[in-house]
């Protein structure tokens, strides 16, 4: 490299904010970035090759082009499942769990073929299949448990919150390895939890918005529109079962 650059390659930063910074002249070849937060940003007059993107897109415009819709479209025609994840109506919501529920039972029976102890491995630092589990025991607790049933406090120990948040409110020890009969025997009451709130949803419940959820924890004590709390909690089964299979094709 040229040597006006300052030379920080290999550098690993972690848990840092780079906020309204100016950035110019830099090579990023080969950097990864998991959890990061991509908004406002801007590029001029850069080089983009063999780039790998993994996340939620708004207004993502390339050369003019969003192309988050074309990747909403793309997702669609590969896989109409989906699009069901897409519901506008209380029917829609049943629906789409019916699949979710059907598909994650066909990637566990594929994971029961691993050995148990490669269902703890990590794939490129990504959650393990297990802790894929937990943190979907989290996210019930949270949207629906806390925030559409109105419950403070619906935390199991066994529950993984999402990086950022467990250094701030979270009591329980996050190191822990449970069994996959432990963790799914959890996940069938969470399951159960989510299909007894979707068979009474009307469409008239979803256009409404919750009680202020209380006491400490995420999300934040407030209201949330029905259609959303309950819709995250789709988006988050279907792209981490996504996740879940792409590593265990990786752990086979």
């Not at 999402?162 to 432990?182: A, G, Y």
């Not at 919750?210 to 792209?239: C, K, M, Q």
């Amino acid at each position: 490299m040229n040597d006006d650059f300052l030379e920080l390659s290999g550098t690993t930063y972690e848990r840092v904010r780079l906020r309204d910074a100016g950035i110019g002249w830099v090579d990023i070849s080969g950097v990864r970035v998991h959890h990061g937060g991509l908004r406002d940003l801007r590029l001029r007059g850069v080089e983009i090759e063999d780039v790998e993107i993994d996340g939620e897109l708004r207004n993502v415009v390339i050369n003019g082009i969003d192309v988050a819709p074309l990747v909403e479209a793309e997702m669609a025609r590969r896989d109409p499942d989906y699009a069901r994840t897409r519901p506008t109506d209380a029917e829609g919501y049943r629906d789409a769990w019916d699949m979710l529920e059907q598909r994650w039972a066909e990637t566990v029976a594929r994971a029961r073929r691993l050995d148990e102890s490669r269902l703890h491995e990590r794939v490129d630092d990504e959650w393990s299949f297990i802790e894929t589990l937990r943190h979907l025991l989290y996210a019930t607790d949270a949207w629906v448990n806390r925030v559409y049933l109105g419950d403070p406090d619906p935390w199991d120990p066994l529950d993984l919150p999402f990086d950022t948040l467990r250094d701030l409110q979270w009591d329980h020890e996050v190191d822990v390895r449970p069994s996959l009969d432990e963790v799914l025997a959890l996940r069938a009451d969470r399951q159960a939890t989510v299909r007894r709130v979707l068979a009474d949803l009307t469409d008239e419940d979803l256009a409404g918005t919750t009680t202020p959820v209380e006491g400490r924890g995420w999300p934040p004590a407030d209201g949330y529109s029905v259609s959303e709390a309950l819709w995250i909690i789709l988006n988050e089964e279907y792209h981490h079962r996504r996740y879940a299979e792409r590593d265990l094709a990786r752990l086979t």
